[in-house]
């Protein structure tokens, strides 16, 4: 017989034994494993112990009336939320509704004037001018005034004005 209690083992086959629910055969099997395995057998007297507490355990009695009180502190038991509103002072009953609503209302007020974000200041940047050579600047002349005359020759495709 292999150890139940090794590599991860079930110690079902223990429990049962235990408990005393194994056939005639299994209970032999595991009287001789238990007889060489130290490991399983304090397993076993373990599990024995608590079986024998379990049954010498007498519940304490209960009184002939206990249904009727429990069922009568039931029906009186107060939600906690309606305990919080029922203080020694009448006067907080009153002031906790109005408290809350006037933290509501100074959230709100926080919140409608407060500034969104403060936006920070954009640096300012400056056009870097690059020097040109006076040919350079008769060519580039020259390109954007025959891309003026060519944007006069293409007709307008955006259709009829209305």
Request: net charge negative; proline share 7%; aromatic share 8%.
């Amino acid at each position: 017989m292999h150890c139940p209690m090794e590599a991860g083992g079930s110690p079902d086959l223990l429990l049962d034994y235990a408990a005393g629910t194994l056939n005639d055969e299994a209970r032999g099997q595991t009287d001789r494993h238990l007889a060489g395995c130290r490991v399983c057998s304090e397993f076993v007297a373990a599990q024995q112990t608590v079986w024998r507490a379990l049954d010498d355990w007498e519940p304490a009695d209960v009184s002939m009336d206990f249904d009727r009180r429990l069922y009568a502190r039931i029906e009186q038991d107060v939600p906690w939320w309606k305990r919080l509103m029922r203080p020694l002072n009448p006067v907080f009953r009153h002031s906790l509704p109005i408290g809350a609503a006037a933290g509501v209302i100074i959230a709100a007020g926080l919140m409608l004037y407060w500034p969104a974000a403060i936006v920070p200041a954009q640096e300012q940047r400056s056009a870097q001018v690059e020097s040109l050579q006076p040919d350079q600047l008769q060519s580039a002349l020259e390109d954007m005034e025959m891309l003026h005359q060519f944007n006069q020759l293409v007709p307008d495709d955006s259709g009829p004005k209305m």
